[in-house]
């Protein structure tokens, strides 16, 4: 015998065109009177960054940039890996190049090469691969795939997609999504065409909320089929939304309908060109530059869409990107630096990466502000995605939940012989607190990640030898 649903998991409030998927709230758990709450569905992300960290930095461990990794680790919430092979990419793995690492990071397939650089990888990456397996009647979802970040180069195709399908093509619902403002619209819906609001300015002093006043009151007020607790979580969802919003839109701080407990303390995107080429390494006049701060402040917003998305169950696979692959980003001004108060980027890391030179002291100082600035705020993003304040039905965070992804396309000097990967969460299924240097084949590492999902091979399987079950529990 079951209790009965009160509410949908995926119930939305809808008013007005506008529809806010809820947070899980307890009512809506399918209660058996013999077992435990049911486990939320398989979820899989990656936190990709580009141009990879250097030999030199993976050595110094949580004394260098991988230093923000610890309290994770610490705290059983995260495993790192800081030898991981990936020569299996490319015929010529230490001069790989981002486009044979790109695909083959979290995928295991090597790439074929097209013009001017684009890529047709030869499988899918995992999110895709464990998708189909544990959904084969589609994503129970309302966005299948969502591939998002804050990147300034584009002109080749693995520099803005991330997840692909086993034709190669790109796997996400959207093809470019790097704005803070079009995800904000893509995920939590846009003005009704009849509304004031019909610009970002305009926008900024209304709410989407404002539209949910009576399915807001309907669950909030005396009258709610809501037990208590759940109204707590409601409103404190609602709130956060308005609270995104802000963060997004800005606004002169007009109060909203509805009622907001939650003080705005996030800043707004910096005003920054989100779908401008920023050119290459070789073309240094074309590159887009910006301040570290800024790209952080937009970073993070992207990510707190992103998780406040994967907390509703809008999506469950997708992937967050720190610039692109290859990087390009000219960064212009100071970037906090544990190793040197003062220190300050003033050029393209991508650029001082051609030149590497680990017995270069100017070279080594900006690699290592550039790995400061990259583990930080990955980080960061996991932090937030092991929030206590929006669990699931099983007591869990959505990062214990999820199986997070963390690395990028190379390692040291555009090389794909020593990786640096991170792997959070999985539901139990894999090793949390490891800190490892162990030499370990990423194909390996992937066959064994696919297997707990029941894939039975992953990847085309060069450089395979056996599991690499040392990263399962």
Known sequence: MKYRHVLNRRTFLRSGGIAVGLPFLDCMLEKSVFGAPADPGTSVVSLMHGLGTPDILLDRGMTGPLQ?????????????????????AADMPVVAQHHYGQP?????????????????????????????????????????????GIYFRRGINYQYQRIFDTQGHNAADFEDLASPVDMFDKLFGTMP???????????????????????YL??????????????????????????????????????????????????????????????????PASVYRVSPSDFQTAYQIMADLFIAALQMDYFRFGNLSLDSGGGHTYYSGPAPNPDDANFTFDGNPHANYHMWNPASP?????????????????????????SQTFLASNGKSVLQNTLVLVGSEVGTNHDVTRMFHGVAGGNGKFKMGVNSNARVKAIEMYNSIGKSYGLTKVGDGRGYVSDATQILA
Do not use: W
């Open 104 to 148: 083959y990071l979290f995928s295991g397939y090597r790439t074929m090469i097209t013009t001017g650089f684009n890529v047709i990888p030869q499988g899918p990456t995992l999110h895709y691969a464990i998708m189909q397996q544990q959904y084969p009647q589609a994503t129970p979802t309302p966005f299948k795939i969502i591939d998002c």
């Open 362 to 386: 100017a070279i080594v100082k900006i690699a290592t502000g550039h790995n400061f600035f990259v583990h930080r705020n990955i980080a960061q993003v996991l932090s937030k995605l092991d």
């Open 218 to 283: 309907k669950y909030t007020n005396a009258g709610s089929p809501l037990p208590p607790s759940d109204i707590v979580v409601l409103k404190n969802h609602l709130d956060r939304i308005r609270q995104i919003e802000q963060a997004v839109y800005g606004g002169n701080g007009q109060a909203p309908a509805v009622p907001v407990h939650v003080p705005v303390t996030r800043p707004t995107p910096p005003n920054l060109n989100y779908k401008v080429d920023g050119g290459s390494c070789g073309d």
């Open 193 to 215: 065409v009849a509304a004031p609001a019909s610009n970002a300015k305009d926008r900024a002093n209304q709410s989407i909320l404002d539209y949910l006043v009576p399915a």
């Open 68 to 88: 923000y990794y610890k309290p994770l680790i610490d705290a059983s919430k995260l495993s790192i890996y800081t030898n991981v092979d990936m020569t299996a």
